[in-house]
């Protein structure tokens, strides 16, 4: 389900240009070979957008500790060590700093949407005005919703997430996708809601996962869960909603449980 973004913007990936750019990159030995060779990590750049208040070139490299802006049609594609990022259309991010200049920290929202891969690595966060991740490596997509206040959608397509809003928080342990809310203002008294399926699909995370040597939990296991939207409307948090300070509520299965939406068609919509 798309909710206030395009199918040009969700199949990015089918492009030439990026096919042709991300088969270069790794054919080239991927980030570690561009970080010794001085070459860019930046895998497709389509459109306008900033670094650090410049203009972004196809031939600039992006750093910890950068902030990132990018325009309206843009799309914006690229790896910092082992974690890979897509950034759509007016989005502003930055890239925290971690042990070292190439380990991402945090990846900081003010606005706009991220797709990303995370290889295993120290405790990393996703942090929006409303809503926190904290990533074990895993693929995710956030989205901060400005015009609702800010109010953040998460999905944690695979893996293990520590996700919170306010004093709400939940475990997430997923192999196909289970989404959320981060809500600006409390919904039936709570900040961290079920969220359906939007505005992401699974041959993105597949691609991001490819840039860093990686394959998604169901290229692994070679099987997809039940899409929500087809059971009934709730993802995988949304059958067990926490109860008050984040636990499940009395008698549901554990929202922990993963499963999120399952058997979807290949190309459906996040």
Known sequence: MLQGRTEEEVFWFRRRSFLQGAAAFVA??????????Q????????????????????????QTGDRIETGPGSNLVFVVGNASFLVRQNSRITVERGETLNTVSVLRMVTGA???????????????????????GTGVYTEVFPEQDSRSY???????????????????RAEYHQSYWGEAQPKDGKLLTAAP??????????????????????????????????????????????????????????????????????????
């Open 28 to 37: 080239m030995g991927g980030f570690g070979a561009a970080l010794a060779q």
């Open 39 to 62: 070459r860019s990590n930046i895998v497709e750049l389509k459109g306008d957008a900033q670094l650090n208040g410049q203009p972004l070139r196809a031939a600039s490299v992006i």
């Open 114 to 136: 991220v797709a990303s891969v995370w290889g295993r690595g120290t405790s990393r966060q996703i942090i929006t005005p409303t809503l926190t991740a904290g990533i074990r």
């Open 154 to 172: 998460f999905c944690n397509c695979y893996g293990v997430v520590d996700v919170s809003a306010g004093r709400e928080r939940d475990l997430s």
């Open 197 to 270: 399926p939007i505005n992401h699909t699974d041959e993105e995370l597949e691609m991001l996962a490819q840039l860093v040597d990686q394959r998604t939990a169901w290229q692994i296991t070679g099987r997809k869960g039940q899409k929500a939207s087809d059971a009934g409307g709730g993802s995988g948090y949304g059958a067990a909603k926490p109860a008050a300070g984040g636990a499940p509520a009395a008698g549901a299965a554990p929202a922990s449980s993963g499963g999120g939406y399952g058997a979807s068609p290949t190309g459906a919509y996040r």
